[in-house]
Structures are given as structure tokens and as C-alpha cells.
């Protein structure tokens, strides 16, 4: 089984530190954050460029990149200013990410929430018709690896991340495939909220509740598939609560 990178540590999309990411992060951050408020003009550039060490190239490609996030615009003459949070790229991951590493408002998981009840019920009820051998035992696994009441608090979340995420891939849409890291900062938010494994009796519930919807999609049954997963999605809206 491939392994997956820990959901607790939230890094940026692009794997490489250069120079141009790391002023992405640090300006991405600080606009997510409201340390650089919307509507509020960027420092200059020459300013920018001493702050971070960077050359003029650098730091044109950063801002250039946070414009197509949606977090900034440039007017000529004017200069670079930060956009309404409304005409944010919200489903892009490295905008999610920050909102991760910055910590969540109630009305931000409330959002989360209803994005994973309108989405994942739809691609367990797909996995179910589309799904593979290969992606059912996949899936097979992940429920096993839930299955342990041993288990600890990031072992727990990296097996249900990892479950929920293999279900998006065996609805075979490339369109699901591209929420998953929507799907990740959803659903580790809501298990840091509230985790299963700190009650016994709530860990074999969420299990359960977890292999109802693998033997739905094992039955080839979307109905079946699409109930469980709503069922799943709904207790981590309640548990955050």
C-alpha cells in the first residue's frame, strides 16, 4: 500500500523550498491570516525584495502566482493590492493549507461541512458502479488499518484520510480526484475538533460507520454507499460542533 504523507503537517503544494514559493507561503500566509488585510495596498516592490532577499524576477513570479489564487491584483500605478477573501480561490490547496495553519473559524468548518456532504456522498455512490478490484482492496485496507482499538490519534487520522481519499479515487472523475486536498484539510480539521479515539465506544462507531460504506461499494450498491457516506460526514459536522 503506497504510504501517504502525514495530514498534520500541512506544506504548500509545490514540493520544492525555492525562492519563489517561499515568498508564495510567507505573503499567502500573512494575506489568509489578515496580518496583510483585504483591500490593503502590498509594501512596494523594492521594499519586498529586500525583505525577503529575492530579485525583482523572483518576486514578480510570486505576486504573479498569488493573482491567479485569486489573493492579490495589480493596477498600474497604483500597485498590488489584496482582494476581498469572496474572489479567493478557496478550493485551490495551497489557500486551504493556510487557512489549516492559521486555524479554523466556526463558520469556516460550517463551509467545510456542507462542501464534504454535497461532494463525498456523490463519489462513494459513483465508487460503488466504477470502482476496480485493485481500488476495493485498497479500500479493504484502509478499513482494516481503522479496525484496531489500539489505535492512536495520527495513525486513526491517516487511515481515515486515507479511506475517504481512495473513495474519491474509485468514483474514477478526474474531478474528484482534484478536491482531495479539500477533502484532507476538511476532515483533519474536523477530527482535531473532535477525534473518535479518545471514547472506545465512538472509535467502533466511527469504524462501523466506516465499513458500511467500503461494503457498499464492495456490493456495488451507490444507494447504500451514498447513505453511508453521509452518515460518516455528517457525525464529523456534529462532532466539531
Do not use: C
Not at 189 to 214: D, F, N, Y
Not at 216 to 225: K, N
Amino acid at each position: 500500500m503506497p504510504q501517504r504523507p502525514s495530514p498534520h503537517q500541512y506544506q504548500t503544494a509545490r514540493p520544492a523550498r525555492s525562492h519563489t514559493s517561499r515568498v508564495v507561503d510567507d505573503l499567502g500566509l500573512k494575506i489568509v491570516s489578515g496580518a496583510q488585510q483585504q483591500g490593503s495596498l502590498l509594501p512596494g516592490d523594492g521594499e519586498l525584495i529586500e525583505r525577503y532577499g529575492v530579485s525583482r524576477t523572483v518576486l514578480r513570479e510570486a505576486l504573479k502566482t498569488l493573482s491567479a489564487k485569486g489573493l492579490l491584483q495589480a493596477k498600474a500605478r497604483i500597485g498590488t493590492r489584496v482582494r476581498p477573501r469572496a474572489d479567493w480561490n478557496l478550493f485551490d490547496p495551497d489557500v486551504l493549507v493556510w487557512h489549516a495553519r492559521i486555524g479554523f473559524a466556526p463558520e469556516f468548518l460550517k463551509h467545510l461541512g456542507e462542501m464534504r456532504m454535497a461532494l463525498e456522498p456523490e463519489a462513494a455512490a459513483l465508487a460503488a458502479s466504477r470502482r476496480t478490484p485493485g481500488q476495493l482492496q485498497g479500500l479493504e485496507d484502509w478499513a482494516g488499518r481503522m479496525d484496531n482499538p489500539d489505535i492512536g490519534q495520527q495513525d486513526f487520522v491517516d487511515a481515515d484520510l486515507g479511506l475517504h481519499l481512495a473513495v474519491a479515487e474509485a468514483a474514477n472523475n478526474p474531478f474528484f480526484l482534484s478536491i482531495s486536498t479539500l477533502i484532507e484539510v476538511a476532515l483533519v480539521a474536523m477530527l482535531t475538533a473532535s477525534s473518535p479515539v479518545e471514547s472506545a465506544a465512538r472509535l467502533k462507531a466511527s469504524v462501523a460507520q466506516h465499513r458500511a460504506i467500503v461494503d457498499a461499494i464492495a456490493a456495488r450498491d451507490p444507494d447504500a454507499a451514498r447513505k453511508a457516506m453521509q452518515a460518516v460526514v455528517q457525525t464529523g459536522i456534529d462532532g466539531a460542533r
